[in-house]
């Protein structure tokens, strides 16, 4: 006991410097494993011993492995094959739970139908209307309406156009409408039932631009109605029906704008020998395109009160269809009845005279008789109407029925318009003093002179009433061009120079661009 005192460190640790842990005749040393050298139990290498003053350790006590099976499969993480295969996994189940969130809430929802939702039974009622109605005069008048196509006979050009079934099977047109047959063309007539035939031309007046021609067949249609175009006043609603555009059957609404208005027609081509004819026309609004003309104009009664013949329009060029803006113009009925009898009863038309020649250059209020004779012709022709109604050589005429004259072409259409026989009031100024007058109007039997192929337009307020004298032609603006020969059909569109006294309605346009043209 000596001994092991003596061999302990003085601070109270036991020292290793002493006799080995264990010998080999006794029991195993302080420390060491049983079975062999330090760490022989482990199958390895030997450990070095735990380092001295080492506290807390007791009997079996070793260092961790540093490694074997175990520890180094705790010790290793996933593997980057792993990793790759659960992100595309991911991204998968990802894309696909986006696609069904998207479709649940696109699809239609199942809450948004209502089975037993219905807008009602449609509306009763029977289709008819109101006989003063428009759509009740249009259902009377409708069957009554004729379309036209018109060839010249060697299909190089044509003209379409509408007209109007009258007494006895006859049809009203323009006269534009069919010139193109006058020298053997063909012209067809198709009815409001669609049903077509053939029909020839009864007689036609340039002068006033109206036609008759006699169809084959009518088909059971219905005559219409013709009116009084002197009941007519300024605002009285009208409806124009007419195949505009070949579109058949088509009703436009409108207004009476204005009475009276001359309209001075001629041919565009400056070839023709025909005269011009000289309108005191219904001015409407209702819309009047190409191929309305001869349709008829009908007020709300549905009879007729005009044949749809002109329309101005803003374009410069003829070789384009023009459209309606709102200014068309009609023929009014009384004259058109009157031209009708005599071109079905003689195959031509009288002329309305009142035996005076007009002053060319004169400029001021109203129109001035000539002073000189003229062409022949002397300035007030003697036992005429004028001079046995007491006027003279320069007297100048301010009205004709209350109506202020502003140049000649509009006493000519006023004339013009006049049933030979009537009585019309003069109102004419001699030396400075108003005076009055009442002629009656005389028809001249004579037909119209020819007109010079090359001639223009005639001039405002340049040619006698009856007999005019004709200025030099002069030239034509390009924008009146000629007619489409080029072996194609065209529509008939001949140039409307409106006299001098009509422009101020049309103040802040381009005259230069303002073209009156025939609706066929």
Do not use: C
């Not at 007519?232 to 555009?245: C, M, Q, Y």
């Not at 009157?338 to 035996?355: D, Q």
């Not at 022709?381 to 100048?396: E, H, M």
Request: aromatic share 4%; proline share 10%.
């Amino acid at each position: 006991m000596t001994a092991r005192s003596s061999a302990r460190p003085t601070g109270g640790a036991r020292s290793y410097e002493g006799p080995p842990f264990g010998s080999s005749g006794e029991g195993p040393g302080y420390g060491r494993p049983r079975g062999g050298a330090y760490g022989d139990s482990y199958g390895g290498p030997p450990q070095p011993p735990p380092p001295r003053q080492a506290m807390g350790m007791g009997p079996g006590w070793a260092p961790p492995p540093p490694g074997g099976k175990d520890g180094s499969a705790a010790g290793r993480g996933p593997r980057t094959g792993f990793l790759i295969a659960m992100a595309l996994v991911i991204a998968l189940v990802a894309s696909l739970l986006g696609s069904v969130g998207t479709y649940l809430l696109t699809r239609p929802s199942s809450s948004a139908n209502d089975p037993s939702y219905s807008l009602g039974p449609l509306p009763t009622g029977a289709t008819n209307r109101a006989p003063d109605s428009v759509a009740g005069v249009a259902a009377r008048v409708l069957p009554s309406v004729v379309s036209l196509e018109v060839g010249n006979g060697s299909n190089t050009e044509g003209a379409s156009g509408s007209g109007f079934l009258i007494k006895n099977g006859y049809v009203v047109t323009n006269n534009h409408v069919v010139a193109l047959a006058a020298q053997g063309g063909e012209i067809r007539i198709m009815f409001n039932n669609r049903k077509t035939t053939t029909a020839r031309i009864v007689g036609r007046d340039p002068g006033s631009d109206l036609a008759v021609v006699k169809p084959e067949e009518t088909f059971g249609t219905p005559e219409i109605t013709l009116g009084n175009s002197d009941q007519v006043v300024v605002g009285d609603p009208v409806i124009a029906i007419g195949s505009p555009l070949g579109l058949t059957g088509t009703v436009t609404t409108g207004i009476v704008s204005s009475l009276n208005r001359p309209v001075i027609a001629g041919d565009d081509t400056g070839t023709s020998s025909e005269e011009p004819a000289y309108i005191s026309a219904i001015q409407t609004d209702a819309a009047i395109n190409p191929g309305n003309s001869g349709g008829p104009l009908v007020n709300g009664k549905g009879e007729v009160v005009g044949v749809n013949s002109a329309i101005a329009t803003l374009g410069r060029s003829m070789t384009s269809q023009s459209g309606s803006i709102g200014l068309g113009f009609a023929i009014p009925v009384n004259q058109t009845r009157r031209v009708a009898e005599e071109l079905i009863t003689t195959g031509k038309a009288k002329r309305p005279k009142i035996g005076i020649v007009l002053e060319k250059d004169f400029r001021g209020q109203g129109v001035k008789i000539a002073t000189e004779p003229a062409a022949g012709q002397q300035p007030v022709t003697p036992g005429g109407p004028a001079d046995k109604a007491g006027l003279k050589a320069g007297d100048v005429i301010l009205e004709i029925d209350g109506l202020t004259l502003q140049d000649g072409n509009e006493l000519i259409a006023l004339i013009r318009s006049k049933e030979p026989g009537s009585k019309i009031k003069v109102k004419y100024q001699r030396d400075g003093q108003d005076r009055t007058a009442t002629l009656t109007v005389v028809a001249d039997d004579e037909p119209a002179p020819p007109r010079p192929p090359d001639s223009a337009l005639i001039e405002q307020g340049r040619r006698a009433e009856d007999n005019p004298e004709r200025r030099p032609p002069a030239p034509r603006p390009a924008s009146w061009g000629a007619a489409r020969r080029s072996g194609e059909w065209r529509r008939s569109r001949r140039p409307i120079r409106p006299p001098r006294a009509s422009l101020p309605a049309f103040a802040g346009a381009d005259l230069g661009a303002l073209l009156f043209v025939l609706g066929g």
